[in-house]
């Protein structure tokens, strides 16, 4: 390897590490999440949020992996790691505060589980 590629080899393992911890923690929250989905306003919501963060997980440690193939500049390679760590949290964490919540918000009003729009179970035979 050229000596040149040395700073930016330290620069993708040091982001490695941090991906790579970042997922393990993603991880590690969604097996406390998965235990709370019982107490959760909106459960459907809940699941999707525990999804999100196993399997947003499990891609930033698959991709932590291959941060030292990445032949980027490090301004890129810094560019990749906020951005992998922006898009692997945003949306398990936007699940997680609608299922807290059951937010009341008009562009919420269609999620799996609301309980506003859930119709209530018909019996066959009803009381007169």
């Known amino acids: 390897m050229p000596p ?6 330290s620069l993708a393992l040091r982001l490695q590490k941090y991906t790579l ?3 393990i923690f993603m991880v590690f ?3 406390l999440q998965g235990a709370a989905i019982d107490g959760m306003a909106n459960k459907a919501m809940g699941k999707g949020a525990n999804y999100q963060l196993s399997h947003n997980g499990e891609l930033l440690i698959t ?7 990445f032949s980027l500049s490090p301004t890129l390679l810094w560019a990749t790691m906020v951005l992998l760590q922006i898009g692997a949290w ?8 609608v299922a807290v ?3 009341p918000q008009p562009m919420f009003a269609n999620t799996p589980g609301n309980s506003t729009l859930t119709p209530k179970p018909q019996t066959l035979n009803p009381k007169p």
């Open 63 to 69: 991709l932590a992996f291959a941060f030292p193939f």
């Open 101 to 103: 919540t059951n937010c």
């Open 90 to 97: 945003a949306n398990p964490l936007s699940y997680l505060i």
């Open 21 to 23: 911890l970042s997922g």
């Open 4 to 9: 040149a590629a040395a700073p930016s080899l």
């Open 29 to 31: 929250v969604c097996c």
